[in-house]
């Protein structure tokens, strides 16, 4: 060999050892510098994380009766893995099932598809699990439906039925309970990224609203997860349980069933009542509470809509219904998220101010037609003259003038339109006491705050709304051009920020710009009855483990007290209690065999309808009972629903009836809901089985108790 | 037979033994690649095979078989007096056209992977007549460089270009198929063994130019085939093609990286087992070795295929005349070309082409060939100066 070819040779080693050598350098590159992040890469591409749901625990009344349950039912479900490799992806066997099962196609497929399938804006019922879990199509088939289906697996490649546990309401007693219990869905895509500081498995479901969104911690116990192992196929090669699911807690509230299926009842009724007056009465709500301890015993919103909807698989169209104006709004909680003006409901407050700017509550008061304030007329209600009457008497038959006279006076008192330095303002101290422009703090989500026009509020509102008021004739619409309104609307600029004569005017009868939800008003009629004790409305009790153990219970929590003193109270209870007697609700409650104490309202709403008609009255009845040892405050207020008493007021006296078990006019001892008259402070032993015990609404079965127990 | 080995002056002694006069360490080596080649085999398609309900060791038995058949041709490669092969060689060269012409037959080659290498034997075997074409072209322009007309030290101009030709019908063949990567090993090689054998450098210059040129003017004219560019586009670019190659190419690098430093352990690579890189026993195999030995296992392999190397280095530089040297250095440069596009496409550092791993992969010609090359190194290396 020559020397050029040995140099040659020298020179192709050399290249060839360092092509070996540069492959071993990338090799190490890959393995062991970057090796971590590729194994991440391979275990993503192995393994798919299957979540077993938990069982969810159940929420119970305080006697033990369930009201949501972990129900066993027949779900009918689609695996994408088999359908996806049929020739025309699974059209023609969806198609069947469809048929067969009475459901829409388009729904089916929509809840069949991976969310990340679809175009944003076009998810809405979309699959949030993985391809790898069957998809649930249904979760109520018809057992012999499904049987067909599982028989003839040749039609319906992909498609099995299995037992699976969902969320399930009973409705025992006919009770929907849904503004209270909520109800359970799947996550959204904020609730994966952990929008409340929580870490939840797609696929897993969690309460959407009421309680069983604000327990849902304890609810929902934790998903068990089962990892697979997969092939380029997507074919399971090996499994492991991870973890096993750990079933939920159970929730024990302080509701019962009954009262809570009376208050539903009572509350349809009185909607209906309004409407065949010719009232629109798009809503309502009402609230039993204890007052002793702030304990809510039943919450009932009108229109109401079927938790189990959720469960069954919620079609477009009752999903848009939930929110539609058109239907109600249903999904609105009008406990405690709808606001209104409190009417003469709210009379007890001027009461109180009265008293502290020394006025005798024992005297008697002028109960004109109108009163003059500044160049405008207030009237009474129907204008009627009342003469001179005493107090108390003015608060049965509920005159508006007296109160217009006091507060006007005050407020001149006060400065009039130029404040003293340092007014009285008994009216609106009053009112805070109540702390009206707070929360009541109840343990459901997205309460509503209260508006309460005192100067802060006026000067707020004025810093807001100058510039619309001022600018009036370019900012208004052509509609709100009204030769009353471009009135108001000069007033509303040269002194908005002041609180005016009409505005302690209005104040004084609940009218006006301060509104309320009805569950503060149970609350404010609650401290009324207590002495004065203002409490946070609570309605879980006590969470339960599945075996029994209590590992939380929720104590009572004192948020204030009213500024009335005890002779005032003793005043209001009297005066009340003399508006079932003879004032404006005797003809409901004067032969009612328990005494009780209660107050009308009948709101002005101002503003138009859709179709274009004015808004009418808002119907307000808040009590408490019994007049002497009050221990429950009953509100009801139907939004649009005409009068105080006729609409709200028979409603309240029918929660009553179920409550004491008053049948006629006489007390039936063992229908009424709680022995001496004291809701349950044991808590219960939990059964999917506990039935209510017998009341009015049930007393069937009571007898029959009975007649088993005298053999 | 014993009077021609009897006429060979520098013969060592071959003693009683076949294996005498075989280099120890290169037998050694290529003896270590089959045995973890073999383990490899099985760990790619085990699992795979018994979970599809055939029979698992269905690539385990035949690709044993293939390395019986592999060294009993090495052994008989190396019987002949490498130096007689030169009588051979028009015969040995024209087998392989031959073979190149018959695959472009449609019916008679098959194709596989948008490649038609293939020819169809009774039985099920098939076998890929580009493999027999290299060893017939190293062969064939060993034979015309290293014999000399005139009295000079390099090849003269005329047997440079009969050289070209020689190699160049094979090659246009091949890229017929097309098999890119083969025409690569194979044009690599050629230039190659031009440079040992003395050739002026403008030549080997002027030969990578053209090949450069050959690349790029074939990618714009669309005389390379859409599934060829695609693989290219992936090769710079692996988010390309997510579905075709480009998949192929990430898989196999998740694939390797996921070993680390010891791998999971032979048969126990989640990654092979779910057969996600597809061609894991014949062109991805170092997959299977990337990620169930780890990187002290795979180091292993490239340190044997570089030994091999490193081995024949030696026994082209002992040669005793310079057909010997440039026989050696074709096979070298095969090896090398084919090691470095195989295990370089595996880790992302070359595109990819459909070549095995030498000694490795799974394929019966691929072994004979890798096989036969050893013969032929052992051949020289059995007939060199002591």
């Not at chain 1, 239907?327 to 009379?347: C, E, I």
Request: charged residues 20%; glycine residues 10%; hydrophobic residues 40%.
């Amino acid at each position: 060999m020559n020397q050029r070819s040995r140099l040659s040779l020298l020179v192709i080693q050399i290249f060839f050892a360092s092509l070996m050598v540069a492959l071993l350098g990338r090799l190490f590159y890959l393995q062991v510098a970057a090796g971590p992040i590729y194994r991440d890469a391979a275990l993503s591409i192995q393994s798919r994380d299957v979540v077993t749901p938990a069982n969810r625990g159940f929420i119970v009344d305080s006697s033990g009766v369930p009201l949501a349950l972990s129900k066993v039912a027949l779900a009918v479900t689609v695996d994408r893995t088999t359908i996806d490799k049929l020739p025309d992806k699974g059209v023609a066997v969806l198609a069947n099932l469809v048929n067969l099962l009475g459901l829409e196609y388009s729904d089916v497929w929509q809840r069949t598809r991976l969310c990340g399938e679809l175009p944003r804006g076009q998810r809405a019922g979309c699959w949030t699990g993985s391809r790898f879990q069957p998809i649930p199509i249904t979760k109520s088939a018809d057992p012999a439906i499904a049987l067909r289906i599982v028989e003839r697996s040749d039609r319906f490649p992909g498609i099995s039925a299995t037992p699976i546990a969902i969320r399930s309401y009973p409705e025992t007693l006919g009770v929907t309970g849904s503004h209270v219990l909520g109800y359970v869905g799947p996550l959204t895509e904020a609730d994966l990224a952990g929008a409340n500081g929580r870490t939840y498995f797609r696929s897993e479901s969690i309460g959407k609203a009421g309680l069983e969104i604000k327990y849902d911690e304890y609810l929902r116990g934790v998903p068990g997860i089962k990892t697979f192992i997969v092939d380029r196929k997507e074919a399971v090669t090996s499994t492991t349980q991870n973890t096993k699911p750990v079933a939920g807690k159970h929730l024990v509230t302080s509701l019962d069933v009954r009262l809570q299926a009376a208050s539903e009842k009572a509350l349809g009724e009185a909607v209906k009542r309004a409407r065949s007056m010719g009232f629109p009465a798009d809503g309502g709500a009402a609230v039993v509470m204890d007052v002793r301890n702030g304990q809510v015993l039943s919450l009932a919103s009108y229109p109401s809509f079927d938790p189990n909807a959720f469960e069954r698989g919620l079609t477009v169209k009752e999903a848009q219904a939930l929110y539609s104006e058109k239907t109600g709004v249903p999904a609105l909680n009008r406990a405690l998220q709808g606001l209104y003006a409190p009417a003469s409901t709210f009379k007890v407050v001027s009461v109180m101010a009265a008293k502290d700017a020394g006025y005798d509550l024992n005297k008697s008061y002028s109960c004109p037609a109108e009163v003059q304030v500044g160049t405008r007329a207030f009237q009474n209600f129907e204008s009627k003259a009342q003469g001179t009457i005493s107090m108390k008497k003015a608060i049965a038959i509920s005159c508006d003038t007296i109160w217009y006279q006091i507060a006007y006076d005050e407020w001149l008192r006060d400065g009039g339109l130029k404040p003293k330095s340092n007014p009285n303002d008994y009216f609106s101290k009053a009112a805070e006491s109540f702390q009206i422009s707070e929360k009541t703090g109840v343990d459901l989500p997205s309460e509503s705050t209260g508006r309460l026009v005192n100067r802060e509020w006026k000067k707020s509102w004025y810093a807001e709304n100058k510039d619309f008021y001022c600018n009036y004739k370019d900012r208004a619409t052509k509609a709100q051009q009204t030769a009353f309104l471009l009135q108001l609307a000069r007033e509303n600029c040269v002194d908005g920020d002041k609180l005016r004569g009409g505005d302690a005017v209005n104040f004084s009868i609940g009218q006006g710009d301060t509104v309320i939800t009805p569950i503060k008003l149970a609350q404010m009629y609650a401290a009324i009855a207590n002495g004065g004790t203002i409490w946070q409305p609570t309605i879980a009790k006590a969470i339960l483990t599945q075996e029994g153990k209590v590992i939380k219970q929720f104590e009572p929590k004192k948020l204030g007290q009213i500024s009335a003193d005890a002779a005032t109270i003793e005043f209001l209870h009297d005066a009340l209690h003399e508006v079932t007697l003879t004032g404006t609700s005797a003809g409901l409650f004067a032969n009612f065999p328990v005494p009780t104490a209660g107050k009308t309202g009948t709101a002005q709403v101002f503003g138009r309808n859709l179709n274009g008609s004015a808004k009418s009255d808002t119907s307000w009845y808040a009590s408490f009972a019994p007049e002497r040892n009050p221990r429950y405050a009953v509100v009801m207020m139907v939004s649009q629903g005409g009068y105080g008493a006729s609409t709200s007021g028979a409603g309240v006296r029918q929660i009553y009836e179920t409550l004491f078990g008053v049948q006629g006019n006489v007390v039936k001892p063992e229908l009424a809901l709680f022995p001496k008259g004291k809701p349950p402070i044991k808590l219960p032993r939990i059964s999917p089985a506990t039935k209510p015990a017998p009341s009015i609404l049930n007393p069937a079965k009571a007898e029959k108790k009975m007649a088993v127990a005298k053999r | 037979m014993s009077t021609f080995l009897n006429r060979n002056p520098y013969r060592r002694t071959r003693g009683n033994s076949f294996f005498a006069g075989f280099d120890p360490i290169l037998s050694a080596a290529v003896a270590g690649l089959l045995v973890i080649g073999t383990l490899l085999v099985y760990a790619a398609t085990r699992d795979w095979y018994s979970a599809n309900g055939l029979d698992p060791e269905y690539y385990l038995k035949r690709h044993v078989i293939n390395i019986v058949i592999g060294l009993a041709l090495a052994w008989g490669t190396t019987i002949i007096d490498y130096r007689l092969l030169r009588a051979y060689t028009p015969f040995i060269w024209g087998f392989g056209v031959l073979g190149l012409i018959f695959v472009l037959i449609p019916g008679v080659g098959s194709e596989v992977n948008g490649a038609k290498a293939w020819i169809r034997l009774p039985a099920g075997f098939q076998i890929q007549p580009a493999e027999i074409a290299k060893i017939s072209i190293i062969i064939g322009i060993s034979m015309l460089l290293s014999e000399r007309t005139h009295n000079s030290d390099e090849p003269s101009t005329n047997d440079i270009l009969k050289a070209l030709a020689v190699a160049a019908l094979p090659i246009l063949l091949i890229l017929r198929q097309p098999d890119m990567g083969t025409v690569f090993i194979i044009s690599a090689s050629v230039v190659t063994i031009l440079a040992v054998s003395g050739a002026p450098t403008r030549w080997i210059a002027g030969l990578i130019l053209l090949a450069i040129l050959g690349g790029v003017v074939a990618t714009k004219t669309g005389v390379i085939s859409d599934y060829q560019v695609k693989r290219l586009q992936s090769f710079v670019d692996p988010n390309a093609d997510r579905q075709g190659a480009g998949y192929q190419l990430r898989q196999a690098r998740i694939t390797v990286g996921s070993g680390g430093l010891v791998g999971t352990g032979l048969f126990n690579g989640p990654q092979t087992n779910g057969r996600f890189v597809p061609e894991q026993q014949t062109d991805f195999i170092f997959t299977v070795a990337g990620e169930e030995l780890g990187f002290l296992g795979s180091s292993v392999i490239i340190l044997l295929l570089l030994t091999i190397l490193m081995r024949a280095f030696g026994i082209a530089r002992r040669s005793t005349d310079p057909y010997g040297t440039l026989v050696c250095t074709g096979v070298i440069a095969w090896f090398a070309f084919q090691v470095f596009e195989n295990i370089g496409m595996t880790l992302g550092l070359m595109p990819m082409t459909g070549v095995p791993l030498p000694f490795l992969s799974y394929g019966g010609s691929s072994m004979f060939a890798n096989l036969i090359g050893i013969g032929l190194l052992q051949n020289v290396h059995a007939r060199q100066r002591g």
